[in-house]
């Protein structure tokens, strides 16, 4: 369990089988915990608006936590070029767009006590206002380099925090500024990895 975490607020649906929107992944059971490393902000979108549109099209609370040099217009503007109900699902709360900064951070602290927390408050509220689960598309605000072990521990922890649980869970990193023990370190926490190997996607 993700430290700080209830394991409450379990969720079985009639069918445990969610539309990624991806086709690299294609149906996914709840509780998936994976990543996309991505070069350019065409990238990042080319895989994050279509999973979160799958996500509002079935019913789903969906939240995208943004960090720079993606800001939250960026978002709402890429999204929107996509999902015609968009302006509805923001005013409903169906769909939230928060920053980075913000999330994982109390003041300049990393806090992952508090995101922890606040990823089981979200899943009770998306039960309780009759959502099928959660869909998380997550960038991780700029990480110092003694914050890292911190970090990944986070993201390792939150594999098991999430069986069992109706939540989709997609980790964003850009590749530029990531040494390769980095990127080691992400692969090695999360059981899927997204890349774009000479123009094509591909899910190791």
């Known amino acids: 369990m993700v430290r700080g975490c209830s394991v409450g607020y379990l969720h079985m649906p009639a069918s445990d089988s969610r539309e990624s929107g991806l086709r690299i992944l294609g149906d996914m059971p709840w509780g998936r915990h994976f990543s996309l490393f991505y070069e350019t902000k065409e990238d990042l979108f080319e895989i994050v608006v279509p999973y979160l549109k799958a996500g509002l099209d079935n019913n789903e609370l969906c939240t995208w936590v943004v960090s720079e040099p993606i800001g939250r217009r960026d978002a709402i503007g890429a999204l929107g070029e996509a999902v015609p109900e968009l302006r509805r699902y923001l005013a409903e709360g169906r769909l939230t767009v928060l920053s980075a900064r913000k999330w994982y951070r109390t003041e300049s602290r990393l806090d992952l006590r508090k995101v922890a927390t606040a990823w089981d408050a979200q899943l009770a509220t998306a039960l309780a206002r009759g959502y099928e689960g959660v869909r998380v598309a ?8 003694n914050e890292w072990k911190e970090f990944l521990d986070y993201e390792d922890r939150l594999n098991t925090f999430l069986a ?8 964003v990193y850009p590749l530029t500024g990531l040494h390769a023990a980095d990127l080691v370190g992400v692969s090695r926490t999360h059981p899927s990895v997204m890349m774009k190997r000479s123009g094509k996607w591909e899910a190791l």
Do not use: I, P, Q, T
């Not at 997550?138 to 380099?145: G, I, K, M």
């Open 138 to 145: 997550a960038s991780a605000a700029r990480l110092r380099a």
């Open 164 to 171: 069992g649980k109706a939540m989709l869970v997609l980790c």
